[in-house]
């Protein structure tokens, strides 16, 4: 009787594990598809402090405001991006936010 029990519990752990991946996986998905949400979808700037302003105005898919956590510099194809490393205030979520910095160059 306590292996039935044991083996109940430990399906409904692995279901549960099961749905908050796929729950995330989701949301990444979605993220990816917004503005900004991938090396592809960056977003023209032209200064570094339009990138601030922008990362101050954006919120996450719960509602919560988000903010900058770290940034880094990355090179694809033709541009130069600069990607900022967010965290949402409410559910903590983190995720990236690319920026096309071409045009601060040039």
């Known amino acids: ?3 039935l029990a044991l083996g109940f519990a430990l399906l409904l752990a692995l279901a549960a594990s099961a749905w908050r ?3 995330r996986v989701r949301r990444t998905r979605r993220l990816r598809a917004l503005p900004g949400g991938s090396a592809e979808t960056a977003l023209p700037v032209d200064s570094f ?3 601030d302003e922008h990362v101050r105005h954006r919120d996450c898919l719960c509602g ?5 956590v770290g940034e880094r510099s990355e090179r694809s194809e033709a541009t130069l991006l600069r990607v900022v490393h967010v965290e949402c205030r409410r559910c903590e979520d983190r995720s990236w936010v690319y920026f ?3 045009r601060v160059y040039h």
């Open 1 to 3: 009787m306590t292996g």
């Open 21 to 23: 991946l796929q729950r």
């Open 49 to 51: 402090d339009d990138i």
């Open 64 to 68: 919560g405001a988000l903010y900058g």
């Open 100 to 102: 096309d910095v071409s």
